[in-house]
């Protein structure tokens, strides 16, 4: 789009590449911009394009490029002095002293070099760019006492180990406590889900068993005691056996 083409209001002028023309013509659009306070964006613009720098809502792109020469007749090519004057007093102050004057060949500014001289950018400066904050996931950790009530703790895995441990040893020790109690046990998975996924009940821990009497010889068992004395769980031994194994049995007790 160039500069004397401007779309409707309130649409900005955006001068996407504009290679100049008649200054009178220049002249004339830039008044009614003025009028309008229409927005000026300015891509690439040369000669009489430069007349934009002198509107108070003109802004330049960082990658723009604005050039600057002496205005010349169009019939004779001369340059008209008197043109070029009011083309150069029409810039702002910094652009003038960077500029110094203007010549036959064209003198070329970046959009950044504007920017750096005080023209407003047209992409409002860097941009700063928001992010969402990460919430750290919230671990909480289900304890149970041996009474069945449980309850939310935070506390660090070392603690619970220390529980852990400390309850084992008193159902071990048999000390205060009912050793058949369960022993609940709460693990949170921090590295998979940061939740507690609840806890686990171990069954009681069995009472030991008695001590079996130790086992006396056979010879020591039947000394001195008659066959026909003992029970019947005594001299039937094996299921089935014959009347002749409890003689052969009586005799060897006899014997010795």
Request: aromatic content about 6%; some cysteine.
């Amino acid at each position: 789009m160039g500069y004397l083409s401007p779309p409707p209001m309130p649409a900005p002028v955006v001068v996407y590449k504009d290679v100049g023309g008649l200054v009178s013509d220049y002249e004339a659009i830039t008044e009614r911009y003025r009028r309008e306070n229409r927005d000026v964006r300015l891509h690439e613009c040369r000669s009489a394009c430069t007349l934009a720098l002198s509107l108070p809502n003109v802004c330049v792109y960082p990658d723009a490029k604005v050039k600057f020469h002496q205005a010349y007749n169009a019939i004779n090519r001369e340059t008209d002095l008197g043109v070029s004057s009011r083309l150069f007093a029409s810039y702002p102050a910094a652009v003038q002293v960077r500029l110094g004057n203007l010549t036959r060949e064209y003198r070329v500014l970046t959009g950044t070099e504007l920017i750096a001289l005080g023209m407003r950018n047209c992409e409002g400066g860097p941009t700063m760019i928001a992010s969402r904050k990460q919430r750290a996931p919230s671990t909480s950790l289900a304890s149970a006492r041996s009474d069945g009530s449980s309850g939310a703790s935070l506390a660090s895995f070392g603690d619970i180990a220390h529980k852990v441990q400390s309850a084992v040893a008193t159902a071990l020790a048999g000390g205060a406590g009912d050793q058949t109690a369960s022993i609940r046990v709460a693990v949170a998975d921090r590295q998979q889900t940061g939740l507690a996924r609840g806890a686990e009940e171990a069954n009681a821990l069995p009472e030991p068993a008695p001590p079996l009497p130790p086992r006396r010889p056979p010879s020591e068992a039947f000394a001195g005691q008659d066959m026909a004395q003992m029970s019947p769980a005594y001299l039937q031994l094996i299921s089935g056996a014959q009347p002749i194994l409890g003689q052969q049995l009586v005799r060897t007790v006899a014997s010795n």
